[in-house]
């Protein structure tokens, strides 16, 4: 079994080691050839003397090139004194080859893979995403979102979550953008569609006694892309407690971050805690904008300036940008359709609708919203309202009367978050781009140039789905 660059240390040197990866760099210097061996731990430096390989492996070493995969075992050994690289973790120490095994070829990569610059065009990067994963920023960039994700999945079994999975093939769920529609084979004519988020299905949890959900969640959007949102999917931190008041869910919530940043990321500094809590009418007018960007020095990628808003109104006027009901209507939820009007604003429901506010909660980082939530409707009646005043028809209404139904069952006052991954892990890497913390993305336009996906389809798959594609 092969070892782990990462695990073999100056302790090693005089003992034998058997190690296996891609070569980075081979440097030929006269008679000797030095090989950098980068495995998925770290680099080592591997020295090839003719006399010490065998017939076969002194053949390999003159046949490396960058990309190869190899096999070698040698002896650890310290380097001399000019050849120390204290740059490097393994700078101390080196491998002397015994022999040496080439795997697999390498043809030569249609961009440098040490390409700091990032100067290969964006789409022969996506094409090759998974030499462009090579690259130590992007590799990385996918450990540090690991660490993220374990903590925040330790962090809330501790505290008594439940990580729950809910269902990919789902019904349209009215998050106000446009549904990935998945046809039924078993009942033509009828969709399944990706969730937009699990926003019944958590709540629905809720009803059934679970109290604390949570679940690193893929959801599915069918939006155009900007920089900081992807076109397609994207994954939240998706969380749900039976029992909370507005104040408990941005407690837990503030702590998860504030625990998280000191334990992974000390380099980095919070600018407020506890974070401040706005009001969305006020950040308005002082900023311009409900996502304020509240650093002291904004340059400054290692500042964290976290805030809530808090306070938006329930409703915002309808646009043709809505797709979740019927157009023509008055209003549309500010948040979703679940949420919760501030209690002492819930008459205004029948007077006044534009001026109630919801409790609804943002949480803005460095310019950024990370994440959206709020306590949500439990009393049928008013969820009833709500769907009136967005204008449901019956027929609409009838798509959510599991929830009503639900509802009727004994259901727990309960709210919930969901922080988006993709954006935190964004802006604690530095990035501007989601694509950059993103192992597979979408090209901005939607495709995925490696997979050449979305794709045609064979003709009889049509069939089986009782589809015809219309002429273009
Ligand atoms: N489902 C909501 C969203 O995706 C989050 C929430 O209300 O918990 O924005």
Not at 338 to 347: G, I, L, S
Request: hydrophobic share 35%; with cysteine; aromatic share 8%.
């Amino acid at each position: 079994m092969k070892q782990y660059i990462g695990d073999i240390s100056e302790r090693a040197v005089g003992s034998t080691v058997e190690l296996a990866g891609w070569v980075h760099v081979r440097r030929n210097m006269g008679k000797l050839v030095f090989v950098d061996l980068r495995d998925s731990t770290g680099i080592m430096q591997i020295v090839c003397v003719p006399q010490e390989l065998d017939e076969a492996s002194r053949t390999a070493a003159e046949e490396l090139r960058p990309e190869y995969v190899v096999h070698i075992s040698g002896s650890v050994q310290k380097r001399s004194a000019k050849q120390v690289n204290v740059a490097m973790s393994t700078g101390t120490i080196e491998v002397l080859a015994k022999t040496i095994q080439i795997v697999s070829k390498a043809k030569t990569p249609p961009f440098e893979i040490e390409n700091e610059d990032r100067q290969a065009n964006e789409e022969l990067r996506l094409q090759y995403r998974y030499l462009d994963l090579r690259h130590e920023r992007l590799s990385k960039t996918m450990r540090m979102r690991h660490r993220v994700m374990q903590f925040v999945r330790n962090y809330l079994s501790e505290k008594g979550f439940v990580e729950i999975q809910t269902p990919i093939l789902s019904k349209s769920t009215p998050e106000g953008a446009r549904d990935y529609l998945v046809p039924s084979r078993l009942h033509k004519g009828k969709f399944f569609a990706l969730p937009q988020s699990p926003q019944q299905y958590k709540q629905l949890l809720m009803v059934a006694g679970f109290e604390r959900y949570f679940q690193i969640a893929p959801c599915f959007r069918d939006e155009d892309a900007r920089a900081d949102r992807s076109p397609g999917e994207f994954y939240q931190i998706d969380m749900e407690m039976s029992f909370v008041t507005q104040d408990d869910i941005l407690a837990l919530t503030e702590k998860i971050f504030i625990d998280l940043a000191h334990e992974l990321f000390p380099e980095k500094t919070i600018t407020k805690e506890p974070f401040p809590r706005l009001n969305y009418a006020d950040v308005m007018k002082q900023y311009g904008t409900d996502k304020p960007d509240l650093r002291n020095d904004t340059t400054n990628p290692n500042e964290l300036a976290f805030a809530w808003i808090v306070n938006f109104p329930l409703f915002v006027k309808q646009t043709n940008e809505d797709h979740f009901h019927g157009a023509g209507k008055t209003w549309a939820p500010s948040h979703h359709m679940f949420t919760a009007p501030r209690p002492e604003d819930v008459a205004l429901l029948d007077s006044n609708p534009g001026q109630v506010r919801g409790l609804q909660h943002d949480l803005v980082l460095n310019g950024f919203e990370i994440g959206g939530g709020s306590v949500r409707i439990h009393d049928p009646a008013v969820q009833q309202k709500v769907f009136d005043l967005i204008g449901f028809t019956e027929q609409q209404k009838k798509q959510f009367q599991h929830m009503l139904t639900a509802f009727e069952y004994g259901v727990p006052p309960h709210g919930g978050i969901a922080p988006g991954l993709d954006r935190l892990i964004m802006i604690l890497a530095g990035e501007k781009n989601l694509r950059e913390v993103t192992a597979f993305p979408l090209t901005n336009d939607g495709r995925d140039p490696m997979m050449d996906s979305p794709s045609e389809v064979e003709k009889g798959q049509l069939e089986e789905l009782g589809i015809a594609l219309k002429k273009k």
